[in-house]
T-cell receptor, first 117, second 114 residues
């Protein structure tokens, strides 16, 4: 079974600075997908960014980018120019590629990101 | 589109009671699933469905029942509620199993079992 580990229960960053959230995963599969989800106090799960394992290029979405190290099974999220609205729980998630991920997402325990004004 | 809707938003049950959490989507998604989120934990998969009439178990299925009679609806039934089922429940849907795909989550139902 796959596992996802987020070793930072909480992170704090000053507004406008850059912060990196860590995620490692364990799998024996070669075809899979990785995601970062944001959960603000409203509880809504919001997809931030995704990465296909077969792509060597790191995904980027505006101020959000990932550092995907396939050999090390590492998938960190970098948030540049942090804003107060970025404060939330962030979850790293894994989906198997075989079967198209029909067996759903495996989540890490989350990192609580605090933005200091 | 309303997206993924869940009712109720909050619910309190007594041990042994039964209830159904409703989930509906209007995006014609084939794949739907239920997760639970406990404090300090990520979401864990309870049950999922890859289409009407087809369901399967996820990581934590015990105590829950599902059925999928239509593409739009995927209700989650608690047959005899227990305090261990106190949690926040999320329903999700996606276009299907063909990658890449995005799972759309509902707003969640907070369930307390006393």
């Amino acid at each position: 079974a796959q596992t996802v580990t987020q070793s930072q229960p909480e992170m704090s960053v000053q507004e406008a600075e850059t912060v990196t959230l860590s995620c490692t995963y364990d799998t024996s599969e070669s075809d899979y997908y990785l995601f970062w989800y944001k959960q603000p106090p409203s509880r809504q799960m919001i997809l931030v960014i995704r990465q296909e394992a077969y792509k060597q290029q790191n995904a980027t979405e505006n101020r959000f980018s990932v550092n995907f190290q396939k050999a090390a099974k590492s998938f960190s999220l970098k948030i540049s120019d942090s804003q107060l609205g970025d404060a939330a729980m962030y979850f790293c998630a894994y989906s198997s590629g075989s079967g198209g991920g029909a067996d759903g997402l495996t989540f890490g325990k989350g990192t609580h990101l605090i933005i200091q004004p | 589109n309303a997206g993924v809707t869940q009712t109720p938003k909050f619910q309190v049950l007594k041990t042994g009671q039964s209830m159904t959490l409703q989930c509906a989507q209007d995006m014609n998604h084939e794949y739907m699933s239920w997760y639970r989120q406990d404090p300090g934990m990520g979401l864990r998969l309870i049950h999922y469905s890859v289409g009407a009439g087809i369901t399967d178990q996820g990581e934590v299925p015990n105590g829950y029942n599902v059925s999928r009679s239509t593409t739009e609806d995927f209700p989650l039934r608690l047959l005899s509620a227990a305090p261990s089922q106190t949690s926040v429940y999320f329903c999700a849907s996606s276009y299907g199993i063909a990658p890449p795909y995005e799972q759309y989550f509902g707003p969640g139902t907070r369930l307390t079992v006393t």
